[in-house]
Antibody
Framework: EVQLVESGGGLVQPGGSLRLSCAAS????????MTWVRQAPGKGLEWVSS????????YYAESVKGRFTISRDNSRNTLYLQMNSLRVEDTAVYYC?????????????WGRGTMVTVS | EIVLTQSPATLSLSPGERATLSCRAS??????LDWYQQKPGQAPRLLIY???NRATGIPARFSGSGSGTDFTLTISSLEPEDFAVYYC??????????FGQGTRLDIK
């Protein structure tokens, strides 16, 4: 079964740090670009960051640039999001998602999300 | 940044009726427009990509159309499980990828 499972969320004070993980299974992780999308409570979806299959290219939303770092370990089938200098407005459910094909930004598989609360 | 505007914000219909959801882009996105469905407490699910291609396992009652700045998601005959929030997403000249604000499809 194709699956993504996020972990690492929790309660953190403003200015603090967290590292989210996303464990992938059921597909060839090293061949797939990956993305983090977040959703603040009661709000819509916001793209956060994406990384290519080999980790050589990455992109960030302006709202997180310079504070968040996306990375991956293809030997562990795991995607990461290091979040530093957290702000109240970073409070959200964070989803990891797999790209359908290439590095196109079409997300066909999503995890269930992990909640990050900055307060 | 390309802004996507979805309309209506809320759509109230009955099972069996036809639903038409709109997404308008602030500038042309060609056909790089996708649709997602999200139910309460669940992750989004990909329905349509590249404006009109159904994702794997998506029923034929879901269809997408449009190009440039105007796009439509049509559900031909609503089933009870279709009542959810629908988001459009563009990925033309990304980053950034942007989402519309969503259309809530309610049971009338």
């Amino acid at each position: 079964e194709v699956q993504l499972v996020e972990s690492g969320g929790g309660l953190v004070q403003p200015g603090g740090s967290l590292r989210l993980s996303c464990a992938a299974s059921g597909f060839t992780f090293s061949s797939c670009a990956m993305t983090w999308v977040r959703q603040a409570p009661g709000k819509g979806l916001e793209w956060v960051s994406s990384i290519s299959d080999d980790g050589g290219s990455s992109y960030y939303a302006e709202s997180v640039k310079g504070r968040f770092t996306i990375s991956r370990d293809n030997s562990r089938n795991t995607l990461y999001l290091q979040m530093n200098s957290l702000r109240v407005e970073d409070t959200a459910v964070y989803y990891c998602a797999k790209d359908l094909y290439g590095f196109r930004g079409v997300f066909d598989i999503w995890g269930r999300g992990t909640m990050v609360t900055v307060s | 940044e390309i802004v996507l505007t979805q309309s209506p914000a809320t759509l109230s219909l009955s099972p069996g009726e036809r639903a038409t959801l709109s997404c308008r882009a602030s500038q042309s996105v060609s056909r790089f427009l996708d649709w997602y469905q999200q139910k309460p407490g669940q992750a989004p699910r990909l329905l349509i990509y590249d404006a009109s291609n159904r994702a794997t396992g998506i029923p034929a009652r879901f269809s997408g159309s449009g190009s440039g700045t105007d796009f439509t998601l049509t559900i031909s005959s609503l089933e009870p499980e279709d009542f959810a929030v629908y988001y459009c997403q563009q990925r033309s000249y990304w980053p950034p990828i942007t989402f519309g604000q969503g259309t809530r499809l309610d049971i009338k």
